[in-house]
């Protein structure tokens, strides 16, 4: 079912586009919600089913983690399988120009041999690719970046409270390939007393192994509280205003919403040294993205601290590139970049 109508002008060619997400729920990414309004002013927007994908009318299928299609519950893998295949076969068929944005180097969780064989299918499918951050590398010459927006806008009528000092943060689902264990291990190894560190982890583990060794750690360390549930925005916002700094510690890290969010709120945030992360560091202003080379120690964790509390920074992250106006207007013509074959330079 469509979601929106953009007005048609003699300027701006009225399309309707199939998004890869299934119709939205209050548990949703707030980036998946925004990229929605984004596109809406300029196109139809129609959220996923498979009876859509498969019988209903568009002129463009934008994917994002197309390996959620291949495992969304509710249908057995060879049916989802299928139906994957049939989607693929109709875009080849009716020339319906595949989009994709490229939101991760490859799925986070393995996937099996016909997994990836159905991806690698949908790869030669896509006609034009969308990278979020400029060091990401193209996929092909049709690749256009549109930088991740920032979610200033989203979280603009939520309480942020002032920073708690010495208040460390980790938010965001719990998965193996974050680090938190190391996070863990490493904030333990911090002597009590030696400093007015504390540890809060919030978020919603993705196996009970993980949520035994947060409870367990924090049975034996008072300093270390966590919430480990989803939380609404309004919780969000004030566990991410409580913190002096924000830590991801991701073994695996290229785009990460939750650096942006965390900046988004003005919070300072260490984590990983790579190309992507210092490109943000670079675009966004001194003071609000840190940086550990190597493996995380505890001795980083409170150099960190120390440094941000003797540097100088803006009142809030430079985020002109990344507003979702300009990304609304820079999706809309790489789908029509895409639906006419032609360079985007061209349109």
């Known amino acids: 079912m469509a979601v929106s109508k953009a007005v048609a002008t003699g300027q701006q060619p009225q399309i309707r586009v199939l998004q890869s997400l299934f119709r939205q729920t209050d548990n949703d990414n707030p980036y998946v919600k925004q990229v929605v309004a984004a596109v809406s002013p300029h196109a139809e927007v129609a959220f996923f089913s498979w009876r ?25 893998r060879a049916v989802r399988y299928a139906l994957f295949l049939a989607l693929l076969a109709r875009t080849a068929v009716l020339r319906r120009p595949v989009v994709r944005t490229l939101h991760n180097l490859a799925p986070h969780e393995s996937a099996g041999a016909a997994e990836r064989f159905l991806l690698r299918l949908l790869d030669s499918r896509t006609q034009m690719w969308i990278r979020i951050n400029a060091v990401t590398e193209p996929r092909a ?3 256009v970046t549109i930088l991740h927006g920032h979610y ?15 208040r460390l943060l ?71 205003g409580e913190a002096e700094l924000v830590v991801l510690p991701f073994r695996q890290m290229h785009n990460s919403g939750s650096l942006l969010l965390a900046l988004s709120l003005n919070r300072p945030v260490l984590v990983p040294r790579n190309e992507a ?39 809030m ?11 609304g207007d820079q999706h809309y013509r790489a789908y029509l970049s895409a639906i006419r074959g032609r360079p985007l330079e061209a349109q």
């Not at 994002?64 to 495992?71: D, G, I, K, S």
């Not at 200033?152 to 010495?166: C, M, N, Q, T």
């Not at 993980?210 to 969000?236: C, K, M, N």
Request: aromatic content about 10%.
């Open 141 to 143: 010459p049709q690749t």
């Open 170 to 240: 980790y938010f965001g689902l719990i998965r193996p390939y974050k680090g938190v264990e190391t996070l863990l291990e490493c904030f333990r190894q911090l002597p009590a007393g030696s400093c007015d560190f504390s540890l809060r982890l919030v978020g919603n583990p993705s196996t009970a192994e993980l949520r035994g060794q947060i409870e367990a750690a924090g049975a034996l360390d008072p300093r270390v509280t966590s919430l480990l549930a989803y939380v609404d925005d309004v919780t969000l916002a004030t566990e991410i």
């Open 317 to 327: 992250p430079d985020f002109s590139r990344r507003e979702w106006a300009d990304a």
């Open 277 to 315: 992360n210092e490109a943000l560091a670079a675009e966004v202003g001194p003071g609000w993205v840190y940086m550990y080379d190597g493996e995380l120690e505890p001795a980083k964790l409170e150099a960190a601290l120390t440094q941000l509390r003797s540097d100088t920074r803006a009142p």
């Open 52 to 76: 859509t994908a498969l019988f209903g009318r568009y002129d463009v299928f934008h994917v994002h983690w197309p390996e959620f299609l291949l495992r969304a519950e509710g249908r057995s």
């Open 152 to 166: 200033r806008d989203w979280f603009a009528d939520k309480a942020v409270p002032a920073s708690v000092p010495g």
